[in-house]
């Protein structure tokens, strides 16, 4: 599966840093729920079966090895297994969906809809954060 990453400087946003985990996972999962609808929202664009827009899940904010909270936005699933035309099997992966329209192909022309979605939801993505710290504070 292909990985990417999102990050903001927690520093620029809140000058003391975050030294509460519960906090920081709290606000890693406001954040997801802006950029699951933002990414949704662009994939529903590119409706066949609805199937690739569906299958976007969001995990389970954790601490990573290196202590940063994290947490991830990821196609999952299948639309089953086909036929290629030489006769071989394949599995219509929903992310390799996602990625052969973000990117393109050689016989398709690229029609980013994650990047876009991730750039317009950061303000969104920014003011959940923000609301989710001042709720622990007060």
Same mark, same amino acid.
């Given at each position: 599966?292909?990985?990417?990453?999102?990050?903001?400087?927690?520093?620029?946003?809140?000058?003391?840093?975050?030294?509460?985990?519960?906090?920081?996972?709290?606000?890693?999962?406001?954040?997801?729920?802006? &950029?699951?609808?933002?990414?949704?929202?662009?994939?529903? #664009?590119? =409706?066949?079966? /609805?199937?690739?827009?569906? +299958?976007?899940? @969001?995990?389970?904010? &954790?601490?990573?090895?290196?202590?940063?909270?994290?947490? #991830?936005? =990821?196609?999952? /699933?299948?639309?089953?297994? +086909?036929?290629? @035309?030489?006769?071989?099997?394949?599995?219509?992966?929903?992310?390799?969906?996602?990625?052969?329209?973000?990117? /393109?192909?050689?016989?398709?022309?690229?029609?980013?809809?994650?990047?876009?979605?991730?750039?317009?939801?950061?303000?969104?993505?920014?003011?959940?954060?923000?609301?989710?710290?001042?709720?622990?504070?007060?």
């Amino acid at each position: 599966m292909a990985d990417f990453e999102f990050s903001m400087d927690m520093n620029k946003i809140f000058p003391k840093g975050i030294q509460d985990e519960d906090l920081a996972l709290k606000m890693i999962d406001a954040g997801q729920d802006v &950029m699951l609808k933002a990414i949704k929202a662009g994939a529903s #664009r590119h =409706k066949v079966t /609805g199937h690739m827009a569906n +299958s976007l899940v @969001k995990t389970k904010p &954790m601490i990573n090895k290196n202590g940063d909270a994290v947490g #991830r936005i =990821k196609f999952s /699933g299948s639309d089953g297994v +086909s036929k290629s @035309k030489g006769g071989q099997r394949f599995d219509r992966t929903n992310w390799i969906k996602a990625f052969r329209i973000e990117f /393109g192909t050689s016989k398709q022309n690229a029609q980013p809809f994650v990047r876009p979605a991730i750039q317009s939801s950061e303000n969104g993505v920014r003011s959940a954060m923000e609301k989710a710290f001042n709720q622990k504070a007060n």
